[in-house]
Structure formats: C-alpha cells, structure tokens
C-alpha cells in the first residue's frame, strides 16, 4: 500500500482569499498528480473550518487562522485527502464555536478527523480509514495550547506533554487501538518552530509510540523538515514541514521547502521504503523542487537522516530511506 504523508497546511488568511480567484485543485501544483495517486493521504489541517469570525480570546495568542467550509472543503476533496489531524495550536482559534462547525464540515464531507473533538473521548479516539482491505488507524495529539485540552465535559484536544507520564498516556492508547489496526499512526503536533533537529527526549518518545505498537510517526509543528528515522523497520517523521501556507519565508531555515512523503507499507505494517519528493511553496501553491532549491532540499535531508543512522539514497529528483542501519535498541 502506498501511503502520502504531508505536514501542514493551512488555508486561513490570504490563501482563503485565494480561494475564490482559482480553483480547488490549484493549491496542490504539481503535486497533485502524487498525492492523488497513493492508496491514502495524510495532512495537519492548521486551521479552523468556520465562518465565525470571534476569535479566541481567553488565552493571550498572536495568530489566528480559519478558511471558508465550502471552499476549503473543495480544495482538501481535490486532492482527495483521505485524513486530517486536528490536534494542533489553530483549531480553537475561533473558540468552541469554531471547532464544532470544523468537526461537522468534515464529517458532511466525510472527511474522517482525529485529534480534537468535543470531549476527551473523541478527541483522544484514534480515526479509521478502510482502504484496499486495510484499516489504516490514526492517533492525533499535540503538546501545544495546554489550555485547550479536552476533558470529559469539555472541548477541545488530545493534549499530551512529552515527557515520560506524556509517553506513558499516549502509549496506552497506541496499545489500545493496535489489536482493531492493520497500519496504525500517531500523529504528533509538537516542539517549538524553527528547529531543525529533534532533542533526545522528542527521539524516545516517538521510539516508545513504535516500542508500544505504533507504524508511523507523523511528526509536524517546527515549520521546517526534520530527519526521518527508520526505528525497527517503522519510519519517524520527526517534523514534516510545511506544505500549503501563506507565511513569511526565513531566509536560512527555509520554511516554504518541503517533502511530500510517499510510504510503501507491507501488509504486516512495516515500511518497505519511504520515498521524499521535494517541494516548493510559492504563492499559496505547492510544487516539486526544481534546480537549486531541489539540491539545496535533498542535500539537507540527506545530511540530517544520516545523523540518525538512516540509510537514504537519490534516486533522480528524490531521496529513497530503506530500513537498514537501524539505530541500537535503548537498554
């Protein structure tokens, strides 16, 4: 099965205006053809989906992001989205009001989410997809906007501290949701922005989500890729980056230069190889790399995945990760 993982994309602000000047399919460039060719898709949607315009309050925050349904529902069924995470620092941004009409926009669509909802239980449940005789789970949680945590009574999302009592929590859902999964996923909104490498304590955590029965690690937040490690032939994406935005580019770090990330999963959920297309934002659209950004994102990646033992290759205009050199189990 082949799976396609991207990191965020936000349809808020400008790329909401952009909305009604081009069509659905525009956001994703040439892209498209990739996203749409794989068996699932995998996105952060950093945005709320609402037409309120009561931003939240209650908490001091400088950004504040949402995109009309319709349309932005248009643009996610271009690129026929097969689920989104919600467990990040943007979907309260219009309040509670905002988060239920998000949940209920993507539920008409059919659009499955995890992550947020309006307890714990559904923010914390992991959602399901069935494709091609595989039930593809996905966890969603974040250690952002603490504040925001769901609990029983209340809104909100799937909050989670990395830290060890943090693994432990997330853990035990993993093991809960494995025995009903084919390929099982958590998908993490984490760390501060900007930073390209992940610290120790964000390497064990991920390494006890796959230790607890997790496949995939979704790791997104920094705004800028980070390595991908290959741990007991399961792939950690430890930040996929951005990919639909309309953000001030930093000129070092290279926030509009990213992957889409294409896993070739076998039936027993291991990861046969990982294949990274490097992409490109200009004006709200996403593209594959060409020339010196192309060189400049390859070479990147390459130098930061070989830190972490990980074995990749160029293939052409990409990077191929097989699941060799594994690094040393924790004693």
Not at 36 to 60: G, K
Not at 195 to 222: C, E, L, N, W, Y
């Amino acid at each position: 099965m082949k799976i396609a993982i991207a990191g965020d994309v936000m349809l808020g602000r400008l790329v909401n205006d952009y909305m009604r000047q081009v069509t659905p399919d525009y956001f994703w460039g040439d892209a498209l053809p990739l996203i749409v060719s794989a068996d699932f898709s995998l996105i952060n949607l950093e945005c709320a989906l609402t037409r309120s315009e009561t931003p939240w309050t209650r908490t001091p925050k400088v950004f504040h992001f949402r995109a009309d349904p319709a349309p932005a529902i248009a643009v996610l069924k271009a690129a026929r989205i097969g689920m989104v995470n919600l467990a990040n620092n943007h979907v309260l941004d219009f309040e509670v009001e905002g988060l239920q009409e998000t949940l209920q926009t993507l539920k008409n669509a059919g659009i499955p989410y995890c992550g947020a909802g309006m307890s714990i239980v559904e923010a914390a449940a992991p959602a399901v997809a069935e494709v091609a005789g595989m039930r593809i789970a996905v966890i969603g949680a974040t250690d952002n906007t603490p504040e925001w945590q769901a609990t029983a009574d209340t809104p909100g999302v799937n909050y989670v501290e990395i830290s060890p009592d943090g693994a432990a929590q997330l853990a035990e859902s993993v093991r809960a949701a494995r025995p009903a999964a084919d390929l099982l996923v958590v998908s993490l909104h984490w760390g501060p922005n900007m930073r390209q490498r992940p610290t120790d304590d964000f390497v064990q955590f991920a390494r006890k989500m796959i230790d607890a029965g997790a496949d995939v690690i979704h790791g997104h937040s920094a705004h800028v890729f980070q390595a991908l490690e290959i741990y007991r032939k399961k792939a950690i994406m430890f930040d996929t980056g951005d990919f639909i935005d309309d953000y001030a580019v930093e000129p070092f770090l290279r926030n509009d230069q990213g992957f889409l990330f294409e896993l070739a999963v076998a039936a027993d959920g291991s990861v046969s190889n990982v294949v990274m297309h490097p992409t490109l934002i200009d004006n709200f659209q996403v593209n594959l790399a060409r020339g010196t950004d192309r060189d400049e994102i390859l070479d990147r990646m390459t130098a930061l995945c070989a830190e972490r033992g990980t074995h990749v290759e160029r293939h052409g205009n990409r990077l191929i990760a097989f699941p060799r050199r594994e690094p040393a189990l924790q004693k």
